[in-house]
């Protein structure tokens, strides 16, 4: 079970240090990272089509809770954000229910998990 500190520090450093390293990113994958207040939380990683092998030019790592089919974000007491990613040669912005502590610092999240 993650805390909000966990969930938070997460969010704010998985994809620099993604980017740091070539083996990280190569290794890295969407999928459950675990429990947070009861739901699962997942990490989705949002790439462009444009890149030298294995690296794309941009690429944007989402935190946020994977919904059961028929929930809607505020009955689970998350928060409904609004993230640019990575689409193709282009981008486009996609819908994300994350948990409270990432909203409540969002703007330093979303620029973390998906610079411009």
Same mark, same amino acid.
């Given at each position: ?11 704010? $450093?998985?994809?620099?240090? =993604?980017? %740091? #390293? ?7 994958? *969407?999928?459950? @990272?675990?429990?947070h207040n ?10 462009d089509d ?12 989402? $935190?946020?809770?994977?919904? =059961?089919? %028929? #929930? ?7 928060? *409904?954000?609004? @993230? ?33």
């Amino acid at each position: 079970m993650w805390s909000d500190t966990e969930v938070l520090d997460y969010a704010l $450093v998985s994809r620099e240090q =993604a980017a %740091g #390293s070539r083996a990280s990113f190569e290794t890295l994958h *969407s999928g459950a @990272l675990g429990r947070h207040n009861g739901l699962i939380l997942v990490q989705t990683i949002w790439q462009d089509d444009v890149g030298g092998g294995p690296w794309p030019y941009h690429f944007a790592l989402v $935190v946020h809770y994977k919904l =059961a089919k %028929g #929930s809607d974000c505020a009955s689970v007491a998350g928060v *409904s954000r609004s @993230l640019r990613v990575p689409n193709g040669i282009s981008s486009a912005v996609k819908q994300f229910c994350v948990p409270r502590v990432l909203a409540e610092h969002w703007p330093e999240v979303a620029r973390k998990m998906a610079p411009e």
